[in-house]
């Protein structure tokens, strides 16, 4: 069982940023996937970008250049620095786990999202 901690998140204009922090706990193994999906009003949830354990990091095209993710595997965290956001990224934003993976396709655990909202 993991359990995910979401911090960050809240109102921005447009062209500001924000920082979203994912902390994980419970029985980690040493490869994992974690990383960030969003889900905005009437629209299905999407992946943003994940980052492997010991793996490099990837990103949905209409955030590349503007968000970058990183992570902290000593203490299980996943980042998410967004940058330039614009009013399309306002969306809940859910950190999601995958154990023994390097990719994020069908996570295993979900975070309790997040509000991230752009005002324009």
């Known amino acids: 069982q993991v359990q995910l901690v979401e911090s960050g998140g809240g109102l921005v204009q447009a062209g500001g940023s924000l920082r979203l922090s994912c902390a994980a706990s419970?029985?980690?193994?040493?490869?994992?996937?974690m990383g960030w999906y969003r889900q905005a009003p009437g629209k299905q949830r999407e992946l943003v970008a994940f980052?492997?354990?010991?793996?490099?990091?990837n990103y949905r095209d209409s955030v590349k250049g503007r968000f970058t993710i990183s992570r902290d595997n000593a203490k299980n965290t996943v980042y998410l620095q967004m940058n330039s956001l614009k009013p399309d990224d306002t969306a809940v934003y859910y950190c999601?786990?995958?154990?023994?993976?390097?990719?994020?396709?069908?996570?295993?655990?979900w975070g309790q999202g997040t509000q991230v909202t752009v005002s324009s």
């Open positions: 419970g029985n980690i193994p040493s490869i994992n996937a």
């Open positions: 980052m492997p354990s010991g793996g490099r990091a």
């Open positions: 999601a786990y995958k154990s023994w993976r390097v990719v994020l396709d069908t996570p295993d655990y």
